[in-house]
């Protein structure tokens, strides 16, 4: 069974940056993908960024590219999130959620960031940007 910690969640201003956390104990890092995910009050839960747990094909959304930079350090078997430039309109629960890659021949792929992709889920930590 894979299960997700998720940590590094606060308050920050407009401008600032944090790191959140999911540690994977245990997971077979060259079978999955590593996603985060934010719900924001009030709105339905979205894809953020994603990565193979191997450390390959980091994925970003639009409103997040440039500014969020996705890494797995697997000595500590860990998928880092790092935000910078944050922004109110980041303020929101994040989860983190793993799924075995698509294989698809010889070749594997991270999974689109559609909720139902992903089968297992961290707790969520609160990310809250002040203006």
Not at 82 to 103: F, G, H, W
């Amino acid at each position: 069974d894979v299960q997700l910690q998720a940590s590094g969640g606060g308050l920050v201003q407009s401008g600032g940056s944090l790191t959140l956390s999911c540690a994977a104990p245990g997971l077979a890092y060259g079978d999955y993908a590593i996603g985060w995910f934010r719900q924001a009050p009030g709105k339905k839960r979205e894809g953020v960024s994603s990565i193979a747990a191997s450390g390959d094909m980091p994925y970003y959304v639009d409103s997040v590219k440039g500014r969020f930079t996705i890494s797995s350090d697997r000595a500590k078997n860990t998928v880092l999130l790092q935000m910078n430039s944050l922004k109110p309109e980041d303020t929101a629960v994040y989860y983190c959620a793993a799924a075995r890659l698509i294989a698809a021949g010889l070749l594997k792929f991270v999974p689109g960031l559609d909720d139902e992709k992903w089968h297992y889920w961290g707790q969520g930590t609160l990310v809250t940007v002040s203006s």
